[in-house]
């Protein structure tokens, strides 16, 4: 049996190459192909990733017990400036909602409400809360910040990521 790694670095090929079958009839409304995933998450829109990230990175298809370990090991591999603008994001949309950062720093347990002194474990807080709590904001900041997807290696994540590549690639083989 492949492990975790081997199928989520697969469903990373195939969501660069188009190399899947369709999960749906609908037809794909792009024409991109990518090389790589960081290819995908330099070149497609923002626009693009949350329609792809809307239905499959949801509470309701991937539990949050199994989101959570997944995110705080994302979190710790990307680049602390990557994981600054992912935090900053978290705080900026939740305020919106009346969620303040001294707030969620109090509630959460955090070490710091400033982004660019948080660490990977508070950031992973944030994000399991918005999670599970917001699952609209954490699309959205997925669809600016999609460098964590790379390192989610969950089957089950890796299940919804190769969904999305489905639907991303449309008929295309």
């Known amino acids: 049996m492949p492990s975790s790694d081997d199928y989520k670095r697969q469903i990373m090929q195939d969501l660069a190459s188009g190399n899947v079958e369709s999960l749906d009839n609908g037809s ?45 090991k994302a979190i710790a591999q990307i680049k602390p400036n990557e994981r600054d603008d992912v935090a900053r994001e978290f705080f900026s949309h939740l305020k919106k909602r009346g969620l303040d950062d001294r707030t969620l720093e109090h509630q959460l347990g955090l070490s710091s409400r400033h982004p660019n002194r948080m660490s990977a474990d508070d950031v992973s807080k944030l994000a399991s809360f918005t999670y599970h709590n917001h699952p609209d904001i954490f699309q959205e900041v997925l669809a ?25 690639f449309g008929n295309r083989h």
Do not use: C
């Open 144 to 168: 600016d910040q999609p460098a964590i997807l790379k390192f989610l290696s969950n089957p089950i994540v890796g299940a919804a990521l190769g969904a999305i590549a489905s639907r991303w």
């Open 28 to 72: 794909s409304t792009t024409t991109e192909n990518y090389q790589n995933f960081d290819d995908f998450a330099q070149r497609s829109s923002k626009e693009e990733r949350r329609r792809l990230f809307g239905r499959s990175l949801h509470p309701s298809n991937i539990p949050t017990t199994q989101m959570e370990p997944e995110l705080q």
